[in-house]
């Protein structure tokens, strides 16, 4: 069974940083691109960032770029966001997603985390 469980989400203020975490089990994890998307409340979701199979590649939203950093250990099957210098318009609900190379739609998506940025 596949899981993506994705933690570190929480309240900070304006300024501050974050770091999400991904797990991902049940799955060939070098065989997937990893994304990170976020949902805020009446928005729809957006994508945020991607990390391809080796880690060797990157790439962002106009949004977050230069404040966010995408990472993977693949390793341990573990997908990072460090988020710095925070903003009230990052919050929402944080998803990771697995999309296998060569496939379109997204294979697989985690619960969710919530991430709060207070002014």
């Known amino acids: 069974q596949v899981q993506l469980v994705e933690s570190g989400g929480g309240l900070v203020q304006a300024g501050g940083s974050l770091r999400l975490s991904c797990a991902a089990s049940?799955?060939?994890?070098?065989?997937?691109?990893m994304d990170w998307f976020r949902q805020a409340p009446g928005k729809e979701r957006e994508f945020v960032a991607r990390?391809?199979?080796?880690?060797?590649?990157?790439s962002y939203a106009d949004s977050v770029k230069g404040r966010f950093t995408i990472s993977r250990d693949n390793a341990k099957n573990m997908v990072y966001l460090q988020m710095n210098s925070l903003k009230p318009e990052d919050t929402a609900v944080y998803y990771c997603?697995?999309?296998?190379?060569?496939?379109?739609?997204?294979?697989?998506w985690g619960q969710g985390t919530q991430v709060t940025v207070s002014s």
């Open positions: 997603a697995a999309r296998r190379v060569g496939q379109i739609e997204y294979a697989y």
């Open positions: 049940g799955l060939s994890f070098t065989r997937y691109s």
């Open positions: 990390i391809r199979m080796s880690g060797g590649s990157t």
